[in-house]
């Protein structure tokens, strides 16, 4: 069979430095075909080429097996390759309908037609298996909703060949069954699917070949049959990792060091209570949206809260997260770009800048103090940074997220909250992390994990509560650890069904 | 596309940014050139320290807008509120009356409590109303002048006793070793301000809430009281600069300070701090008043252009600056 889109050694410089060099990728029709790698691995950088957002260095492209270049990504479009964006791209103020027509608007007398472009959307999202109502505003979508718009939009065009850059970042389970449903109707209808993803079990379940990138090269291309994840992994990496998670540390006990009871966040938590033990790794799953970020960002002083919290016995109350720091309480949240790490300053910054009392003399700071502590950051972190003085927002996720555990561990707390620890993380980055996450238990540490990853929470937690509708469903004990038990208290039903409900077979 | 980001030429990237910096600098090094090419008589030890000198109002007041700037903010209240402080500042002068250096003191006193009232206003009304200091400060703005404007009842106020007036008016004539004061005290005030906001936490909690509030909340920076105290520090800075203006005509007047918010805003831009925040540039800041008041001296010197068209050039000025920084950024 012919291919459809088909690269043919492709290299990609930037400048003296070669991200890709000499890669050699086919695409046929209904076929879906997953790139793998590590972050910096040169993936996005090849789905950029690929949809005419980049021009490659030396290689060409061949489109039904035609030489091919493209001026830019409008071109590539009109041939029929469309990209679907890891970041949400949307207008937040404006409706479903109008954000999927957003610069196509379907116009009569030069004026735009609403009532056609709702009725189109209505179709659209419906052939997609998505039950939207086209007038709501984006910005009241959960994330995975805007997600399918995002799909919805990119599929709006004639479409060959469509690429995915890591669809599943912030989906969950129930909601990425949704989306390979989709993705299986686009190969059914002979088109070919491009898929990046982090999640291995993923691409096993949903891809035919497997294309593996490593530091800008070529692995290989592999059927998916026999492949196992801890293989891909393996060939990622290019060293073994089946030990992805360290050992549980033995260090849980049963001294309570905060203990949370009838927490409520007004719109999304409530009546929340638990315990917390010196030692313990807690983990905290459920579906995006339950309101496990919500609860402790409420926790922390970060949301308006109502309910006790009691730390080491005394009863305390947090009114910004000033008050939870210097009580010992860090949390580091999800969206590390956002409110994280300041992207656009240098990691000097942005290291000291939750613990900058302790860099100052009288009211300066103290620079080669923070100099110093920057040296043992990324020693002890293992911050690979090309350079001392390179701004936060050029590190790759898994650096970020390493600089994000330095600056919060300054503060030296005694509880840790880890929201997504491993969010856009690559997998030799995720060890470490893990491995990290792990010596703060054995430390004495109380550390909370709260994760959309199932494999993270029972890999890494001693027990695990799991969130459903602002409201802590239940306990999955260390014993009893396993994804189905996790999946049965987020969702309300077993795994196996989870499938099935997405595909709306229910 | 972290990948790309991540594999950018590092080399390259450090020149772009020296060159960010380094531009208002280079500007004003051409202006000098241009201007003593010009006409023979602008190279002169006179009509350089005159320049300064005339800068000076300006150039304390942004210093006070680049913290505000830097932080996220913007002051449009500036020149109404110097007005307001200067009239205030005479009034108080008058009615004391006495010819001593105490009546300036508790003059001067009055100035700042009032500068540093404003400020806080502002600050406290953008922080816990929670609205938008463009609209906040465009409010003050006209509060300020009509004000000034009530108070001078639509005419002048003037400083009555000549005594006072002989006593105070070398705080801007004066000069020490051939500096001027004005100078001077613009000279400290940047320096100050350099210091406070290149090597204090506080400094450094400023250029955290400009670059982005919600890292700046999450990593437990006080941000209600940093933002209200860049405001305050505007305040104080517009009270340095009534200091060193009252002297130089003893009077106030409704149109007093007027467009002095467009000149602050324009030299902080011009010297390179970002106007969303983020990047805080004292120097270039300092560098840019004194480009402002060459292009105005030149241009009386050069007769090319009417002086008359001095604002229009000046407005020309802070969107080519802008157009510039973008240019240097993107590449």
Same mark, same amino acid.
């Given at each position: 069979?012919?291919?459809?889109? /088909? ?40 789905? /950029? ?175 998916? +049959? ?43 938590? +409530? ?64 969206? /590390? ?46 911050? @690979?940074?090309?350079? @001392? ?45 893990? /491995? ?8 004495? @540490? ?61 | ?60 007041? *942004? ?5 505000? !700037? ?34 300036? *003191? ?42 000034? !404007? ?30 001027? !004061? ?113 292009? *105005? ?20 000025? !802070? ?13």
């Amino acid at each position: 069979m012919a291919s459809v889109l /088909r690269a043919d050694q492709i290299s990609k410089s930037f400048g003296p430095i070669e991200v890709l060099s000499g890669i050699t990728l086919a695409l046929m029709p209904g076929e879906v075909h997953a790139v793998i790698g590590e972050n910096g691995a040169g993936k996005s950088t090849l789905m /950029r080429i690929l949809s005419g957002h980049l021009p490659p260095t030396k290689g060409t492209l061949y489109l039904n097996e035609q030489e091919r270049r493209f001026s830019g990504p409008v071109e590539a479009e009109h041939e029929g390759i469309v990209l679907v964006h890891q970041e949400i791209l949307l207008a937040e103020d404006l409706t479903v309908a109008q954000n999927l027509f957003l610069g196509r608007e379907i116009r009569r007398y030069g004026f735009v037609d609403d009532g056609a472009m709702r009725a189109k959307s209505r179709a659209i999202l419906s052939e997609l298996g998505v039950t939207l109502d086209p007038d709501t505003e984006v910005r009241r979508l959960s994330i995975a909703d805007r997600q399918l718009v995002q799909i919805a939009r990119a599929l709006l065009v004639p479409h060959k060949v469509v690429v995915f850059d890591e669809p599943t970042a912030v989906l969950t389970p129930v909601e990425a069954e949704s989306l390979f449903e989709i993705i299986r109707r686009l190969r059914a209808q002979g088109v070919a699917v491009l898929y990046i993803s982090h999640r291995l079990n993923e691409v096993k379940a949903i891809a035919d070949r497997v294309t593996v990138l490593r530091d800008g090269r070529l692995i290989g291309t592999h059927d998916i +049959e026999g492949l196992e994840p801890i293989e891909m992994a393996r060939l990622m990496v290019g060293r073994d990792m089946s030990k992805l998670y360290p050992d549980k540390p033995e260090t849980a006990s049963d001294q309570v060091v905060l203990s949370v009871r009838d927490m409520a966040v007004p719109g999304y938590v +409530e009546h929340a209570s638990f315990d917390l033990k010196r030692g313990e790794i807690l983990g905290f799953g459920g579906l995006i949206g339950a309101g496990r970020t919500e609860l402790f960002e409420g926790l922390v002083g970060l949301r308006t809260s109502t309910g006790s919290i009691t730390l080491n016995g005394k009863p305390v109350r947090f009114t910004d997260g000033r008050d939870a720091m210097a009580a010992g309480i860090a949390y580091l949240s999800e969206d /590390r770009k956002g409110k994280g790490l300041l992207l656009q300053q240098n990691l000097r910054v942005n290291l000291t800048l939750a613990a900058l009392d302790r860099f100052s003399r009288g009211s300066f700071v103290d620079t080669a103090k923070e100099e110093a502590t920057l040296d043992t950051a990324i020693r002890d972190f293992d911050i @690979r940074a090309r350079q @001392r003085d390179m701004l936060a927002g050029q590190l790759s996720g898994g650096n970020q997220q390493k600089l994000l555990l330095a600056k919060m561990m300054l503060i030296e707390p005694q509880i840790v909250i880890i929201d997504e620890p491993t969010r856009g993380v690559d997998i030799g980055t995720k060890e470490q992390i893990y /491995r990290f996450i792990a010596s703060l238990a054995e430390e004495g @540490r109380a550390v909370v994990v709260i994760s959309s990853e199932m494999q993270e929470l029972i890999g890494l937690c001693h027990r695990v509560l799991v969130m459903r509708n602002g409201r802590v469903a239940g306990e999955v004990g260390r014993a009893d650890l396993s994804e189905d038990a996790i999946v049965f208290l987020a969702t309300g039903v077993h795994e196996e069904r989870a499938a099935e409900i997405a595909a709306g077979h229910v | 596309m972290t990948e790309t980001a991540l594999r950018t030429p590092a080399p390259s990237r450090r020149f772009k940014i020296d060159m960010r910096a380094l531009s208002p600098f280079l500007a004003l090094v051409v202006l000098v050139i241009a201007g003593a090419l010009i006409n023979p008589d602008f190279l002169t030890a006179s009509n350089l320290t005159n320049v300064v000198t005339r800068c000076a109002f300006i150039a304390i007041i *942004a210093v006070g807008a680049t913290f505000v !700037i830097s932080g996220g903010g913007l002051d449009l209240s500036v020149g109404s509120m110097a007005a307001l402080v200067a009239g205030v500042m005479i009034l108080t002068l008058n009615r004391i009356g006495t010819p001593e250096v105490s009546t300036l *003191a508790l003059g001067m006193l009055a100035a700042i409590a009032l500068s540093v009232a404003c400020g806080m206003a502002n600050g406290l009304i953008v922080t816990f109303g929670r609205i938008e200091p463009f609209i906040v400060t465009l409010g003050t703005m006209g509060i300020f002048r009509a004000l000034i !404007i009530w108070l001078a009842a639509g005419g002048t106020i003037t400083m009555r006793n000549l005594d006072l007036r002989e006593l105070y008016r070398p705080v801007y004539f004066g000069d020490v070793f051939g500096i001027p !004061i004005p100078v001077i005290v613009f000279l400290a005030v940047a320096a100050i301000g350099a210091l406070i906001l290149y090597r204090t936490s506080f400094g450094r909690h400023v250029i955290a809430l400009g670059s982005n509030e919600d890292v700046a909340r999450y990593s437990g920076v006080p941000i209600w009281r940093v933002r209200t105290l860049t405001y305050v520090i505007q305040g104080i800075c517009v009270g340095i600069a009534v200091l060193v203006y009252v002297p130089r005509l003893g009077s106030a007047t409704p149109t007093t300070g007027l467009l002095w918010e467009l000149q602050a805003i324009t030299a902080v831009v011009i010297g390179g701090t970002a106007l969303k925040g983020g990047i805080g540039r004292i120097w270039g800041t300092v560098v840019g008043a004194i480009i402002l008041e060459l292009v *105005a001296n030149i241009m009386v010197l050069s007769n090319f252009v009417s002086e008359f068209l001095v604002g229009a050039v000046q407005g020309a000025i !802070i969107i080519i600056a802008m157009l510039v920084q973008r240019s240097l950024y993107r590449r």
